[in-house]
């Protein structure tokens, strides 16, 4: 007995030499099922393409908790090598100068070439500076879509094969779902403040806030302007009729449609999984967009996360963060990501590689969010939205909303609310 | 009564030490923290810090969504504790009747505590979730138009509901125990005195109960003010606007979804100061009206 515990003790003193000294890299993330998978698998077949580095992914909850768990350890003192933060939280990031390390820097000075022209501008561009210095990966992206239930546009007498294109067409085939009885509910959405505020803006190209809706510095929301107004006072009166139907602030509304209680949805492309799972007869179609508003469609913006590297670590750590961005890059593996999770590819190499594949012809709804993100150059309106407290600028929303949805305020009161709580908020924290 | 005396000085203090180094690690260290924080203006990863007194105090407590949420909490709390204790002590003195089967009742009676706060609240959303609720159907057909992602008053009856109902195992209990130390010769008197059973009970058995209802006064205080952040975490997430937003949930929200530490660990102190008053208040004022068999 003793003699093997002994053995087992000289056993574990042993390892550590007999092992390889690779350096290990941690990665924090926040995906879960099919994504995970995919993380994993990329970190074992990147851990096999080399042996220097050693990247561990590690699960840590929901996307909240992932940032929590990130700002908790740093201030232990204890971060992580490379950390998943979801688009909300880009603005805490970049907030956090001393915090994090930009990685157009990392790749520099890990002798890895960054050719910019070689990225989807409209994912990159979200990710940088307003002088254009990338400063986070982006590891998954996503745009909202409109998804409808073909059984139930049958039922009512509406064209199967032409979804409805603007809101007004999206209200008018609402409202003959509900009437024709072929449903009780005629459109959900999930997410009101990143489709119905943040999307609605970028693509009907008016403006979410000043400052190029706080890219180029402190924003100061305009979400109470006119076409929000119309568009939410629209809503309203839907939700009155009972024809929209409200699901919960993130995005509990795809149960709503996929449970056949609704017949049209708008929910991010990435939640293309839970419907394909429900076995439905489903449809896809571009985001809706206002046809009163000059120039739209423009562009949407990503959603989805991004892959920051933190700051204060061994120059064997970053080599070794640059060299796996540099392994991410590559086209197979951006095929790979974009092909097992639906998020989007970040390369444009990687984006014609699937299309040559034909990929697309057999799942057309994968490119709709591509070509929605970038059909054309963006505009100050559309590169994205950023400020230092989104988190709390959405809870501020979806507070107001309900309280529209519940026939408590109309809707410019609402919005009004909306942007002025909100402006409060961000003059708090900025100290203006 | 006798002083236990130790052989040596250092012994009491030493069996006294791993108690100590929990209170100390686990209660006082984070709550001399929260005090800490209470007082800096910070950002999220503590790049930049500055001393700001007492002005994070001054905002919470003038800010209308704090007092909205006191209101909401004192509602809650208030509801919970007193539904939980009626339902529980009903049940109690229903179960005593029962000649057979006693035990098989009050083990069913007992098992809803074991469920974790947030599966309790799951169990409770997918009840009376608007759109696939087993139970939300029926109240439509009955003509209430049940919605608690939008009704105020819908959402605040469901996690009450949630709340009350993982509580009433653990007063049950209690309230069992204290039925059973009551005296059959006290209630066999008043029988036989002519007293109806209603009579006897609210002369009898619910002043004689005092010291189990006082005791669960405060635990169920303390659990509807502090317990019940995993049941509306899961069930409304505060929501909708902020018609169930209670203090404890107010700190989790400002502190962990908008990143604002100051302010959320000056209310985590407003909290720590409402218990202790709290505790003491019952234990001062109402104790003394409390006859301890």
Redesign the interface.
């Known amino acids: 007995m003793k003699k093997t515990a002994l053995w087992c003790a000289g056993l574990m003193a042993a390892l550590p030499l007999s092992a390889h000294a690779a350096t290990e890299i941690s990665w924090w993330h926040a995906m879960t099922g099919a994504n995970a998978e995919v993380v994993t698998k990329i970190a074992s077949d990147f851990n096999a393409s080399q042996s220097e580095y050693e990247l561990k992914p590690v699960f840590k909850g929901t996307y909240?908790e992932t940032l929590?768990a990130g700002?908790a350890a740093?201030?232990a003192g204890q971060a992580p090598d490379i950390m998943q933060v979801f688009d909300v939280g880009t603005g805490?990031m970049m907030?956090?100068?001393?915090?994090i390390k930009p990685v157009a820097e990392v790749l520099k000075e890990g002798g890895q070439t960054f050719d910019k022209s070689q990225y989807l501008a409209g994912i990159v561009g979200y990710y940088s500076t307003p002088e254009g210095e990338m400063l986070s990966f982006p590891y998954n992206s996503s745009s909202p879509i409109l998804y409808y239930n073909k059984d139930i546009f049958a039922k009512a007498g509406l064209d199967v094969d032409n979804p409805p294109k603007t809101w007004a067409e999206v209200w008018a085939a609402a409202r003959k779902i509900k009437e024709s009885g072929a449903a009780t509910c005629g459109y959900t959405s999930t997410w009101l403040t990143w489709i119905h505020t943040e999307n609605f803006a970028a693509w009907n190209n008016v403006s979410w806030a000043t400052n190029e809706n706080g890219l180029a510095g402190v924003p100061e929301l305009k979400i109470d302007g006119p076409l929000f107004v119309k568009h939410f006072h629209e809503l309203a009166d839907l939700a009155k009729e009972g024809v929209f139907?409200?699901?919960?602030?993130t995005s509990e509304a795809k149960?709503?449609f996929t449970?056949g209680?609704c017949g049209i949805l708008t929910e991010s492309s990435g939640g293309l999984g839970d419907i394909v799972k429900s076995g439905m007869n489903y449809g896809i179609g571009q985001l809706p967009y206002d046809e009163t508003a000059a120039g739209a469609p423009q562009n949407t913006t990503p959603g989805g996360a991004s892959l920051w590297v933190m700051g204060g670590k061994s120059d064997e750590v970053y080599k070794g963060v640059a060299a796996f961005f540099a392994y991410l890059s590559k086209t197979e593996v951006q095929q790979f990501l974009h092909e097992q999770s639906g998020y989007l590819p970040v390369t444009m190499a990687a984006y014609e590689a699937t299309k040559a594949s034909g990929f697309y012809e057999k799942n057309p709804a994968r490119e709709v969010p591509i070509l929605q993100m970038s059909g054309k150059p963006p505009t100050e309106n559309s590169k994205g939205v950023r400020a230092p407290?989104l988190?709390?600028l959405r809870?501020i929303q979806?507070?107001?909303y309900?309280?529209m949805?519940?026939g408590?305020q109309d809707a410019a009161t609402a919005l009004k609310n909306a942007a002025e709580r909100g402006n409060a908020a961000i003059r708090d924290?900025t100290g203006g | 009564m006798r002083r236990t005396v130790f052989p040596h000085r250092l012994l009491p203090w030493l069996l006294l030490a791993p108690q100590l180094a929990i209170t100390l690690i686990f209660f006082y260290w984070p709550a001399a923290q929260a005090f800490r924080q209470s007082m800096l203006k910070e950002?999220?990863?503590?790049?930049s810090s500055t001393f700001v007194g007492l002005a994070n105090f001054r905002k919470v407590l003038s800010d209308p969504n704090y007092l909205n949420s006191v209101q909401v909490t004192a509602v809650f709390s208030a509801s919970v504790a007193f539904l939980a204790m009626s339902i529980a002590l009903f049940l109690a003195v229903q179960a005593e009747k029962i000649i057979r089967g006693k035990g098989f009742y009050r083990t069913l009676m007992i098992w809803p505590y074991a469920v974790a706060p947030a599966i309790a609240g799951m169990l409770w959303l997918f009840m009376f979730n608007p759109?696939?609720g087993t139970l939300a159907r029926p109240l439509r057909v009955m003509g209430i138009n049940w919605n608690p992602?939008?009704?105020?008053d819908h959402a605040m009856i469901l996690i009450i509901a949630a709340a009350t109902w993982k509580q009433i195992s653990y007063n049950f209990l209690f309230f069992v125990a204290g039925l059973q130390a009551i005296p059959r010769s006290l209630l066999e008197a008043a029988a036989i005195d002519g007293a109806s059973r209603r009579h006897s009970f609210w002369t009898i058995t619910f002043p004689l109960l005092a010291p189990t209802t006082f005791f669960l006064l405060v635990v169920n205080t303390v659990y509807a003010l502090f317990d019940t952040f995993g049941i509306i975490h899961a069930v409304t997430?505060g929501?909708?606007?902020?018609a169930t937003e209670t203090l404890v949930y107010k700190v989790y929200?400002d502190g962990?979804?908008?990143?604002?530490m100051g302010e959320s660990a000056a209310q985590s102190v407003i909290l720590m100061v409402i218990v202790i008053a709290l505790t003491a208040f019952q234990f001062r004022f109402i104790e003394r009206r409390v006859h301890y068999g």
Do not use: H, M, T
């Open positions: 909240p929590n700002i740093f201030r805490v907030g956090a100068k001393g915090a139907v409200y699901g919960g602030r149960q709503n449970s209680e407290n988190p709390q809870d979806n507070e107001e309900e309280k949805l519940a408590q924290l | 950002d999220p990863f503590g790049l759109s696939f992602l939008l009704n105020a997430g929501g909708p606007g902020k929200n962990f979804v908008n990143l604002i």
